[in-house]
């Protein structure tokens, strides 16, 4: 079966850097997704990769390793508003994305 | 960016009734609509792929009867609930991919939240 696995919870201390993991089982690869959702509203679009490596964009970046099936997200200079939960999305083979269940991100002041 | 709007953001129903909910690209065509369903504290559930002008793919689990879709243009896609019950109430979500160029990131709408008495 198709399987993503990212930790439930998490805090962390304003200001400070947190690394939120996300690992992949799933019949093929065609990109991973971040997003970001706050409680009560719709994901938004973090980031993106389909090849190894790092993607950086401001305060956050993504990471990808396809031969290892894993993903991070880091976020740094961490302020108050990115509490929220992150969601790892992996695209399989069929163009279809299969969702983790989310990391809660506590940021504590 | 590409921005998708959905309608209404919350309603309240009784047991039994019916509940349409309308999703629109404002400023795209997306041949490609998903459908989601989100219970608190979990993950996104995909529920069906709509696709203009046939007829929408459900995920096993998702009874097609009762979670009616209809993907009429290429800017507006409805799901209606028919005969809504009480565990019918979750957070409704739909987003919409462009379906040229980009990595074909999804789209979302704000959500609606349906709750049923």
């Known amino acids: 079966g198709q399987n993503i696995d990212q930790p439930t919870e998490m805090t962390a201390t304003e200001g400070a850097i947190v690394q939120i993991n996300c690992t992949y089982q799933?019949?093929?690869?065609?990109?991973l997704f971040w997003y970001q959702q706050h409680a009560g509203e719709a994901p938004t679009f973090l980031s993106y990769?389909?090849l190894d490596g790092l993607e950086e964009k401001g305060r956050f970046s993504s990471f990808l390793s396809r031969s290892k099936g894993y993903s991070y997200l880091l976020l740094k200079e961490l302020q108050m508003k990115d509490s929220a939960s992150y969601l790892c999305?992996?695209?399989?083979?069929?163009?279809?994305?299969?969702w983790g269940a989310g990391t809660k991100l506590i940021i504590k002041p | 960016g590409a921005v998708v709007s959905q309608h209404p953001s919350w309603v309240i129903c009784k047991s039994g009734t019916s509940v349409k909910i309308e999703c629109r690209s404002l400023?795209?065509?997306?041949?490609?609509m998903f459908w989601y369903r989100q219970f608190p504290k979990q993950s996104l559930m995909l529920m069906a792929t709509?696709?203009?002008?046939?007829?929408?793919?459900?995920e096993q689990g998702v009874e097609k009867d009762k979670f009616l879709i209809n993907h009429a243009s290429l800017t507006l896609s409805t799901l209606t609930v028919t005969s809504a019950h009480p565990e019918d109430s979750s957070f409704y979500i739909c987003?919409?991919?462009?379906?040229?160029?980009?990595?074909?990131?999804?789209?979302f709408g704000p959500g609606t939240r349906l709750t049923v008495l």
């Open positions: 799933t019949s093929g690869f065609n990109g």
């Open positions: 990769n389909v």
């Open positions: 400023d795209f065509q997306a041949t490609t």
């Open positions: 987003s919409a991919s462009i379906p040229a160029g980009g990595h074909n990131e999804q789209f």
């Open positions: 709509s696709n203009e002008g046939s007829k929408a793919t459900y």
């Open positions: 999305a992996v695209r399989d083979s069929n163009y279809q994305l299969i």
